[in-house]
């Protein structure tokens, strides 16, 4: 969250609260909302290492509410973010043990895990197409972070079509 | 599982448990082989398949895997070496060729990839040709067209020939023209297989609201996320069912659909 809410506080300074609600018109529904407690907690630690300096401002019938700016450290940060590309995303993990250990172990069979994970992808693909149907249409960026998702489970899918076709030829 | 015995239907298997309402779709032990040049390819190798009514069936896997022989098979475009097709509880199996085309007419609308559109009728006739061939009154029929352009969003293109189309307009023309006999099942062979991803989204969306109004639908697809619209996805490969799962959207552990959208910190 952390460098997110900095690309946030570019623009000009805003308040925990804002930040929020920046965050969520942006995602729509596409983004498991962070709690505002999770945000006012990441700005606690941004503005003691001096990325962000924050300032009480008075409110008639409400307690004082804390309106943070970048500063210059934060905007160099914020450089250094946009500047580097990122890691990939996992390539297989667990999974990939599983079906690699199977056969040594004869506790599980390679094809029922091939199927039992598939089977899991899908039915996530499936909440990721309702989600889609569901969002805002003009909402590019919700729209466009749910299609990656999608793509991603796409891509293992795929991969789990290959396992079958290779590890189904041996038996 | 080629090679076992041709299933005979049994007597007390005819009905079921839910007489009165049989499956739209059944299939007992269905193989095809191609023979072609060098090895016989056995694209379906005893395949064991009922759809009920309503229900949204995906068949995906990887390319020949046979899936696209089974669908023809399902809709009576190829025959098979043995096994057994029953529609709506009626035994298929001594199906003229004359006799498939008439239930390709009135109870089972195909849409495939190429969409198979005929080039030099307007999209209007293209819709109404079916419905004018199983014998609805011209006047009916032009309604039920409107009705159809309509709700794909084709409004306005019926004097357009395919040809002047996108791929995207031309697959909801022959959405349209599958439909408009109000068939009890439709047979997709891999609707989206030459749409770019926005056409892509609005064959799902299409197929997921005729879903919604109780359309029976078997899709071939080796699309994930078109397969991920049905309710039950059947996993093919190499001519054998490998898998047959019903999706409810709710992934059994918590971290799916938040984990793949997580942004990392």
């Excluded at chain 2, 007489?19 to 059944?26: D, F, S, W, Y």
């Excluded at chain 2, 490969?237 to 709710?250: E, K, M, S, V, Y």
Aim: with cysteine; net charge negative.
């Amino acid at each position: 969250m952390r460098l997110p809410l900095l690309a946030l506080l570019a623009r000009g300074p805003a308040h925990g609260y804002e930040l929020k609600q920046d965050l969520e018109q942006m995602l729509g529904s596409a983004y498991p909302q962070p709690n505002v407690g999770q945000i006012y907690v990441t700005l606690g630690r941004l503005e003691k290492s001096g990325l962000i300096e924050g300032e009480d401002v008075e409110q008639s019938s409400r307690p004082n509410k804390k309106v943070y700016h970048l500063t210059d450290a934060g905007r160099a940060a914020l450089r250094a973010w946009f500047e580097e590309p990122e890691d990939e995303p996992r390539v297989r993990d667990e999974f990939f043990m599983k079906l690699a250990l199977a056969p040594r172990t004869g506790l599980a069979d390679q094809i029922s895990l091939i199927n039992q994970q598939r089977r899991q992808y899908l039915n996530t693909m499936r909440s990721l197409s309702k989600l889609a149907a569901a969002e805002n249409r003009d909402n590019r960026i919700a729209h466009l972070l749910i299609e990656g998702a999608m793509l991603h489970l796409q891509a293992d899918l795929d991969w789990l079509e290959r396992c079958q076709e290779e590890l189904e030829e041996l038996e | 599982m080629s090679d076992r015995p041709a299933p005979v239907a049994r007597a007390g298997d005819a009905p079921g448990p839910s007489a009165g309402n049989p499956p739209v779709l059944r299939a007992e032990g269905l193989v095809k082989t191609h023979y072609g040049e060098g090895a016989p390819a056995h694209a379906v190798r005893g395949v064991d398949l009922s759809v009920r009514r309503g229900e949204f069936v995906a068949v995906t896997g990887p390319s020949g895997a046979g899936k696209s022989t089974l669908l023809h098979l399902l809709g009576g475009l190829q025959r098979p070496d043995s096994g057994s097709i029953w529609l709506d509880g009626a035994c298929a199996d001594g199906y003229s060729e004359a006799r498939w085309a008439v239930e390709r007419r009135k109870r089972i609308g195909i849409v495939f990839q190429f969409f198979n559109l005929v080039s030099n009728l307007s999209v209007a006739d293209n819709v109404e040709l079916p419905a004018l061939l199983a014998g609805v009154a011209p006047r009916r029929a032009r309604t039920e067209r409107a009705e159809l352009l309509a709700e794909l969003g084709l409004a306005g293109k019926e004097r357009s020939m395919p040809g002047e189309l996108s791929g995207g307009e031309q697959q909801r023309v022959a959405l349209a023209r599958a439909l408009v006999n109000h068939p009890p099942l439709l047979l997709a062979d891999e609707p989206a297989g030459s749409l770019d991803s926005k056409g892509t989204r609005e064959v799902m969306r299409l197929l997921s609201r005729f879903h919604q109004r109780g359309q029976t639908i078997v899709l071939v697809t080796h699309d994930a996320r078109l397969a991920s619209a049905a309710d039950r996805v059947i996993s093919f490969f190499d001519g054998r069912i490998a898998d047959d799962a019903a999706l409810d959207g709710t992934p059994p552990r918590a971290a799916g659909i938040s984990g793949v959208l997580e942004l990392r910190d």
